[in-house]
Nanobody, 111 residues
Framework: QVQLVESGGGLVQPGGSLRLSCAAS????????MGWYRQAPGKERELVAG??????TNYADSVKGRFTISRGNANTIYLQMNSLKPEDTAVYYC??????WGQGTQVTVSS
């Protein structure tokens, strides 16, 4: 079993930055895909950024040029979020392989 723990969320003003981390523990496998999703109130969960084990990344159009996904060691991924906007407010979830999910971390962008 794999457990994922996110951290780094919080309250930030528009234009600010946050860095989310997702650490996996337990039976670590070589996942083909790891990513970050978010869900705002009243909206469906959406993909924000993903990274494949080849190193290829993909991003939602709404965050391109502002967010960067990266890998640390084999069991950690990050999401660097710059130039944050109020519409980025959501609960952010990490996933390994689409099968294992973290509990979510709240990101609130507000003045």
């Amino acid at each position: 079993q794999v457990q994922l723990v996110e951290s780094g969320g919080g309250l930030v003003q528009p234009g600010g930055s946050l860095r989310l981390s997702c650490a996996a523990s337990g039976s670590i496998l070589a996942f083909y895909f790891m990513g970050w999703y978010r869900q705002a109130p009243g909206k469906e969960r959406e993909l924000v950024a993903g990274i494949f084990n080849s190193g290829t990344t993909n991003y939602a159009d709404s965050v391109k040029g502002r967010f960067t996904i990266s890998r640390g060691n084999a069991n950690t991924i990050y999401l660097q979020m710059n130039s944050l906007k109020p519409e980025d407010t959501a609960v952010y979830y990490c996933t390994f392989g689409g099968s294992f999910w973290g509990q979510g971390t709240q990101v609130t962008v507000s003045s």
